[in-house]
């Protein structure tokens, strides 16, 4: 008999709780009026504000303006990973991904690091080390059907794993969020990509890189941490997605 390797989760304190509040958050936010129809708006504004929160979380000024001209190579590379995961881009980004999730691995590290890598052929490629082929094959097995866990605790786990595992030379912060919402695309829990859980990480920064330290550890406690403050950010990015189709009424 196969065993689910992340059933155990949803029997940690909360976390099943949290993952249905996540769910349906989201599911409420694109039943929204102005996502029925709209939802491609939604969507790139969602899109812009979460490229700028992720490069923030890893250091760029988090300034939010909308100029054409981005000086800082992280947050255009963010920019470039926001594109992908908006409209067609995002359909085609998510057929890769549920068939072949290091091919879409290595496209989202293509687009975030190219201005910031100073050996071009490191780029889209991991590290050469049998732990980290060993890991990214078994998160790979994970996307692919290795697990029916609630889609919020996938999401955690892949973004936690990319996070703590670190495969690529730069850029696995931007990487390892733009995977989470791949999953959430995937899956259903997000189809249309509406959520900004990244403004929440950016608020409460140093809460955000603990609990991924804490997950990275392994242990319940360590990995519960993770979990739920990343199905609260999946919550409250969908009241950030219902105050942008708000202002769009």
């Given at each position: 008999?196969?065993?689910?390797?992340?059933?155990p989760?949803?029997?940690?304190?909360?976390?099943?709780?949290?993952?249905?509040?996540?769910?349906?958050?989201?599911?409420?936010?694109?039943?929204?009026?102005?996502?029925?129809?709209?939802?491609?708006?939604t969507?790139?504004?969602?899109?812009?504000?979460a490229?700028?929160?992720?490069?923030?979380?890893?250091?760029?000024?988090?300034?939010?303006?909308?100029?054409?001209?981005?000086?800082?190579?992280?947050?255009?590379?963010?920019?470039?990973?926001?594109?992908?995961?908006?409209?067609?881009?995002?359909?085609?980004?998510?057929?890769?991904?549920t068939?072949?999730p290091?091919?879409?691995?290595?496209?989202?590290?293509?687009?975030?690091?190219?201005?910031?890598?100073?050996?071009?052929?490191?780029?889209?490629?991991?590290?050469?080390?049998?732990?980290?082929s060993?890991?990214?094959?078994?998160?790979?097995?994970?996307?692919t059907?290795?697990?029916?866990?609630?889609?919020?605790?996938?999401?955690?786990?892949?973004?936690?794993?990319?996070?703590?595992?670190?495969?690529?030379?730069?850029?696995?912060?931007?990487?390892?969020?733009?995977?989470?919402?791949?999953?959430?695309?995937?899956?259903?829990?997000?189809?249309?990509?509406?959520?900004?859980?990244?403004?929440?990480?950016?608020?409460?920064?140093?809460?955000y890189?603990?609990?991924?330290?804490?997950?990275?550890?392994?242990?319940?406690?360590?990995?519960?941490?993770?979990?739920?403050?990343?199905?609260?950010?999946?919550?409250?990015?969908?009241?950030?997605?219902?105050?942008?189709?708000?202002?769009?009424?």
């Amino acid at each position: 008999m196969v065993t689910d390797p992340l059933a155990p989760l949803l029997d940690l304190p909360g976390v099943a709780e949290a993952a249905d509040a996540a769910r349906e958050a989201l599911s409420a936010v694109h039943r929204h009026p102005v996502n029925l129809r709209g939802w491609l708006d939604t969507s790139t504004e969602a899109s812009w504000r979460a490229a700028h929160s992720s490069a923030a979380i890893d250091g760029v000024s988090a300034s939010f303006n909308r100029s054409d001209d981005v000086d800082d190579p992280m947050l255009a590379g963010a920019l470039r990973v926001a594109l992908a995961l908006t409209g067609d881009s995002l359909d085609a980004l998510v057929a890769v991904w549920t068939r072949a999730p290091l091919q879409a691995l290595a496209r989202l590290h293509l687009l975030a690091a190219t201005d910031i890598v100073t050996d071009p052929d490191t780029l889209g490629r991991p590290r050469v080390d049998a732990e980290v082929s060993e890991r990214l094959e078994m998160l790979a097995q994970l996307v692919t059907g290795a697990t029916t866990v609630a889609a919020p605790v996938l999401a955690a786990v892949v973004h936690g794993e990319l996070l703590t595992l670190a495969p690529f030379p730069v850029a696995n912060g931007v990487v390892a969020r733009a995977a989470s919402r791949l999953v959430a695309a995937s899956t259903g829990l997000d189809p249309h990509s509406l959520g900004v859980p990244e403004v929440t990480w950016l608020r409460r920064v140093d809460q955000y890189r603990s609990a991924a330290m804490a997950f990275g550890t392994g242990t319940g406690d360590g990995v519960r941490e993770w979990v739920l403050l990343h199905c609260e950010a999946l919550s409250a990015g969908a009241v950030e997605a219902r105050s942008i189709a708000e202002a769009r009424r």
